[in-house]
Each structure stands twice: as structure tokens, then as C-alpha cells.
């Protein structure tokens, strides 16, 4: 079990530019999640999948952010045009369903966005 | 509408003691309840859980306490060691697998 992997760990922009980070989960969960934390708060959740399926999203994806899990397995979240509001640290989960409660989700280290 | 509530941003404890977290809640939909321990630059990592139709869970130091009717949990760390010091967030989720989590409690546990 060698757990979530995000790369990068860390990315500085300029404002305007595009990103796009990447999240590996542990190998055999079916469902990844995105989540985003600023100074402060706790996660906040983004998005998630189940297999390649996006089943929901949050108001708090706007159109510039958009993911993807084309084959089930790693996921990619790209923002585009940034903004200086959109530093934060980009936190990817990953958990097997069909365990009942116990779909526990199991963070990756996070990716931490600093948008200049 | 902050739905998870953690009151107290910070908790300063002495080895081997107890430390007890609190976590409030609104929304009486939560059926399922997790703690997470993160330290700095790392991810949240998962410590215990706990689902409505109990009211409690031991795993080791570590027992969460649930008070469906109060809307309240508690974890309780005995004893308290210094590898402990963290920022500790509550969870609850329902019907869909996404977490809201509260806005964490810094734990310190000093000598």
C-alpha cells in the first residue's frame, strides 16, 4: 500500500496562468475525491469520481476548474485563467466503496498552489 | 453555513493526560462521523470513525463519543503524548461519500 501521491507538492504561478495537478490514489480504491483547503478551514470538498465517472461536484467548482479520471485510476485537476483567490492547498482522497460505513477516504499530502 | 463545528481553535495539554476535542454539528442528516489528525504539510490522516447508531468507538488511545440527541462528538486521547501535537478536524458526511469537515483544533501536548 503505498498510499496517495499528489505531484507537485508545491506550484507557484503567476495570475492568469494555467495549472493542472495530478493525484494518484491507492490502487485498488475506485473512487478519488478533490478537496480544497485554505488558512484556517477545513477541506473543502471539490469533486469526486467513481471509476471514471464525475458523480458530483461543488458550487465552489467554477468553470475555470474542471477534472478528470479518464481510465478509473489517476485523476488530473486543471485551473485555468488563475487568480490569487485560488491559493490554496489542493488536497486528492481516494476510497473503496461498497465497504458501508467504512469507506474511509485516505488523503494524499496535497499540492499547495501559490498563485502570485 | 458552517454545518461541522469545532469551538476551540487551540487545546494545550500535558503529557500523559487526557485531551478531549469537541465537535459540534447542525445538520441531524450526518450518519457517519470521522476524526483526522493533520500535521503540517501533510494530508489529513484518518484516526477513527464512528456511525450514528452508535455511540461509541475505541481504537487504543483513541475513543469517539457521539450524542446524536446534543449533536455533539468528542474524541478523547488518553494518555496524551507529544507526538500527538496536531490540528485535529471532525467530519460527518450523509447519503453521498462527500465530507464536511469543521475547522480543526490545534492540539499541543507539552513535557
Known amino acids: 500500500d503505498t498510499g496517495v501521491s499528489q505531484d507537485p507538492r508545491h506550484k507557484i504561478t503567476k495570475r492568469g496562468q494555467n495549472v493542472t495537478f495530478r493525484c494518484d490514489p491507492i490502487?485498488?480504491?475506485?473512487?478519488l475525491y478533490w478537496y480544497r483547503q485554505t488558512l484556517g478551514q477545513g477541506p473543502e470538498f471539490l469533486t469526486y469520481f467513481q471509476n471514471e465517472a464525475q458523480l458530483e461536484k461543488s458550487r465552489l467548482l467554477s468553470d475555470r476548474f474542471s477534472a478528470e479520471r479518464p481510465k478509473g485510476s489517476f485523476s488530473t485537476l486543471e485551473i485555468q485563467r488563475t487568480e490569487q483567490g485560488d491559493s490554496a492547498m489542493y488536497l486528492c482522497?481516494?476510497?473503496?466503496?461498497?465497504?458501508?460505513?467504512?469507506?474511509?477516504?485516505?488523503f494524499g499530502p496535497g499540492t499547495r498552489l501559490t498563485v502570485l | 453555513d458552517q454545518q461541522v463545528k469545532q469551538n476551540s481553535p487551540s487545546l494545550s495539554v500535558q503529557e500523559g493526560r487526557i485531551s478531549i476535542l469537541n465537535c459540534d454539528y447542525t445538520?441531524?442528516?450526518?450518519?457517519?462521523f470521522l476524526w483526522y489528525k493533520k500535521y503540517p504539510a501533510e494530508g489529513p490522516t484518518f484516526l477513527i470513525s464512528i456511525s450514528s447508531i452508535k455511540d461509541k468507538n475505541e481504537d487504543g488511545r483513541f475513543t469517539v463519543f457521539l450524542n446524536k440527541s446534543a449533536k455533539h462528538l468528542s474524541l478523547h486521547i488518553v494518555p496524551s503524548q507529544p507526538g500527538d501535537s496536531a490540528v485535529y478536524f471532525c467530519a460527518a458526511k450523509y447519503n453521498t461519500d462527500k465530507l464536511i469537515f469543521g475547522t480543526g483544533t490545534r492540539l499541543q501536548v507539552f513535557p
Open positions: 445538520n441531524s442528516m450526518f450518519d457517519y
Open positions: 490502487s485498488e480504491h475506485n473512487r
Open positions: 482522497a481516494s476510497s473503496r466503496s461498497g465497504q458501508g460505513d467504512t469507506d474511509t477516504q485516505y
